[in-house]
């Protein structure tokens, strides 16, 4: 059984379209997050949400918006997007903020 | 500004070998959390350290934690080919809301 499952695994899209990333997690934990990993590996938290609610959002662009419907799920919509948001977004959960935490396997972005 | 900074950024070794990967950071930490993330996936939890432990075992893992000098080391004993990966540090700082910050990795290469 996946633990965190992402859809799609691949994006390929033009500038100026709008998308959207699917998590979910069957592990019962309370909170879930929205990474981005850039070229250079480099990882950097966009979003957590705890039991459903907003409780980090890091200077994203607002044309990036979380949405969870139940804790089990975080969903990811991009508006108009942009050359520089390719990059390979990750989804992930723990228990509890900054606890150990479980990664989806990735979903590589490429905007042409 | 980036919390944990990995050193080396890469190291290969012969199989066999032992590999020590070093990740420092700047401000006073709740715990330290070590990752791996093989090739074109999702990020892999390897061991948490909290601040108040100094070394911690988990098979042919040893992690060590100094917070005097803001630093933690990671050992990988009798290294195998399938320990090739990316390795990151993540670090719950004490006053950093409740979010992990990643480190820059260190690029693992084992030589069979």
């Known amino acids: 059984d996946t633990a965190v499952s992402q859809t799609p695994k691949y994006l390929v899209t033009q500038m100026g379209n709008d998308k959207s990333i699917k998590c979910e997690q069957n592990l019962g934990h309370d909170t879930m997050y929205w990474y981005k990993q850039d070229s250079k590996k480099f990882l950097k938290i966009m979003f957590s949400y705890n039991n459903k609610e907003l409780i980090i959002n890091e200077t994203v662009p607002n044309r990036f918006s979380p949405k969870s419907p139940d804790k089990a799920h975080l969903n990811l919509h991009i508006n108009s997007l942009e050359l520089g948001d390719s990059a390979v977004y990750f989804c992930?959960?723990?228990?509890?903020?900054?606890?150990?935490?479980?990664f989806g396997p990735g979903t590589r972005l490429t905007v042409l | 500004s980036q919390q944990g900074e990995e050193d080396p950024q890469a190291l290969s070794i012969q199989e066999g070998e032992n590999a020590t990967m070093n990740c420092s950071y700047k401000?006073?930490?709740?715990?330290l959390q070590w990752y791996r993330q093989n090739s074109g996936r999702g990020l892999v939890h390897l061991i948490l350290i909290r601040s108040n432990e100094r070394e911690k075992h988990s098979g042919r893992l040893r992690v060590t934690l100094d917070t005097s000098k803001k630093s933690s080391s990671l050992l990988i004993t009798a290294s195998r080919a399938a320990d090739t990966a990316s390795y990151f540090c993540?670090?719950?700082?004490?006053?950093?809301?409740?979010?992990?910050?990643f480190g820059t990795g260190t690029r693992l290469t084992i030589i069979p």
């Open positions: 992930a959960s723990s228990p509890e903020p900054a606890d150990t935490q479980y």
């Open positions: 993540a670090t719950d700082a004490t006053f950093g809301n409740e979010k992990l910050t």
């Open positions: 401000t006073s930490i709740n715990n």
